[in-house]
């Protein structure tokens, strides 16, 4: 409209199924009249420079001129040489915090349906800090960094995220009897925070209990903040709860932009054939336009979404339906209700 | 018998309610006619030395002299200058193989019935080098360390352990698309292994991945092989899968010795009330007999077991039943076939 300026999402369709379900996200977000602008801008298959980068540095600069990224799965060089397209940006971006939430859907079913968990990982240190090395030939040192200022924006972040969610409790995941100082320093800094949030209950366990009870009985957690490698395990284990990465959303979020992301790969098997389920890289986008403040499009997306899957009428092959990619879509923008 | 010797087991009752599950256990193998003896040792809760530890030299000798060790939970002090009992003892026994089945148990109600899991985690190095320390305040560095001959000796107790228990595959869990050098030397050991067992099926995954799918359909993995932590973790997530660590058995193997043990805590607000459930610890008695060749008393008493489970009179409090330890330990008794 004239009075109103479109928000602009620098939009990674990436490889496989990637450019087909960002079509869907595009054709369902016009359909509901979100008013954004994309720029398209290409992941590369191969090293573009020495450095080993997978994406143009003028694509990093627009996330951060735009404030916004989606991004679709994308394929992983084989051999050497190249740097983890994932890692970098959240390097460089300083995408310290990544948020996936895993809550239940109406019309998938398994064998857990009350899950409704939320994981907040570092994003930016622990072992993904880049920094191994052979001490002597057949001797690998990596180093996993804890710093306290990482700890402290990961922290804060649970506890705002878990306010303004209207979350009651947030656990602190961590194996400090075995890394007595780096996750020490995790689960104090943590602890510290806590207490300017005491209308959060916090509390702290260890991370292999937390995935038994995960697996056991996923109810006892709500939102769960952790180092780095943990928050990589943990938020697929969910995942696995609610019934795969092909539903689940994921943020990457700075002080100052975000980028949304599917998890799930690129699926090379039915990439082209119109069968891909877009969910995952939707609900990201869903994700995005809360945060943008567009809550009204964002919860009529989700509406439809979980109308669609619940009605069960036009699944894709990975929830065992026929529909194909634009069926889905379809069927969901026919749930669109402004 | 006369001409028989027997075997000699170091006993660590340990605490909480470690002594009453080890006496149940002591029953359980009287009633079999197991031929073995136990030897007490004492798991410290306060430092007995300079260095911190919980066991006296004198124990770690017995498990090295008799071969065989039995171990139930024990309380870690709070505070700091002790050392971890476990990373300690699997240190200095060099008891590099950790082995925890997970099978489903009839009688046992989980989301899962057909669960039929090995984890085999490396259980020496990795994070748990007990290498850290602050670079400057307030980051800490810790090292990961992988190594070849960790590696190799991990890897080939996986395929022989899959080859002697007729298991058709293995997977080999790791994150080397981060940690290109550590977890690389990892599987391109576990690969380079996998080439003497034709018979075995072998693939490599990463440990997200892995994670998500033993949450979503677990019966998809047989043998898992792993660095030290992602064990830690996968084994608590597999237990959860068939109804928690009060179930699973676990050892720790070395070239030489062996200490099985049950992974579960003290449970101080049962302890000496004879509530406990003692099957943790007796699977891990009878991953030893099976160990030691006595594989008739072995699964004489693993079958009694599933039968009391099954049967489902004598169910202790945490499989929602009332009754007591020594209820239980006389129902699994009055099961037993030899
Ligand atoms: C691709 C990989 C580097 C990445 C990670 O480990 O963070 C992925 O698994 C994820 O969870 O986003
Ligand atoms: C107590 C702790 C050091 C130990 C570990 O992490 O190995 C425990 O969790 C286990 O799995 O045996």
């Given at each position: ?10 939009l ?17 977000f ?26 143009k540095?003028?694509s990093?600069?627009?996330?951060i001129?735009?404030k ?26 300083n995408?310290?915090a990544n ?9 998938v ?22 920094l191994?090395h ?11 960094i804890i ?9 804060r ?13 947030v656990?602190?995941c ?22 300017e ?28 903040v ?14 696995g ?8 959303a ?22 082209g054939?119109?069968k ?12 995005m336009l809360k ?14 979404v ?19 990619t ?12 402004l």
């Amino acid at each position: 409209t004239f009075s109103q300026k479109n928000h602009k999402v620098v939009l990674f369709p990436g490889h496989g199924i990637g450019p087909e379900i960002s079509q869907a996200v595009c054709d369902i977000f016009s359909a509901t009249k979100v008013p954004i602008d994309w720029e398209h801008h290409e992941i590369y298959t191969k090293p573009i420079n020495e450095a080993g980068d997978l994406i143009k540095e003028e694509s990093l600069n627009a996330v951060i001129n735009y404030k916004w990224g989606l991004k679709g799965p994308f394929a992983t060089p084989i051999g050497k040489g190249y740097r983890s397209l994932n890692v970098t940006m959240r390097k460089k971006l300083n995408l310290f915090a990544n948020v996936r939430p895993c809550k239940s859907l109406a019309g998938v079913k398994t064998p857990y349906s009350n899950v409704d968990l939320v994981t907040i990982r570092e994003n930016t240190e622990g072992e993904y800090s880049g920094l191994e090395h052979a001490v002597v030939p057949g001797v690998v040192e990596n180093l996993k960094i804890i710093s306290q200022p990482a700890c402290e924006n990961i922290a804060r972040y649970a506890f705002e995220f878990a306010r303004k969610n209207n979350r009651k409790k947030v656990v602190a995941c961590h194996k400090a009897g075995v890394m007595k100082k780096g996750d020490g320093l995790f689960i104090n800094t943590c602890k510290k925070i806590s207490s300017e949030y005491p209308d959060i209950e916090y509390t702290q366990e260890q991370i292999d209990t937390v995935c038994m009870k995960l697996s056991k009985n996923p109810e006892v957690f709500d939102v769960m903040v952790m180092p780095n490698l943990y928050g990589d395990i943990v938020s697929d284990l969910c995942a696995g709860l609610i019934g795969g990465l092909g539903l689940t959303a994921s943020g990457n979020i700075s002080h100052t932009c975000a980028v949304y992301e599917a998890v799930h790969g690129t699926a090379p098997d039915i990439a082209g054939q119109n069968k891909a389920n877009p969910t995952a890289l939707l609900l990201s986008g869903v994700m995005m336009l809360k945060a943008m403040g567009l809550q009204k499009e964002g919860i009529a997306i989700e509406d439809a979404v979980t109308k669609t899957l619940s009605e069960g009428k036009f699944l894709t092959g990975d929830l065992g339906g026929k529909a194909s990619t634009t069926d889905y879509t379809k069927a969901v923008i026919g749930h669109i209700n402004l």
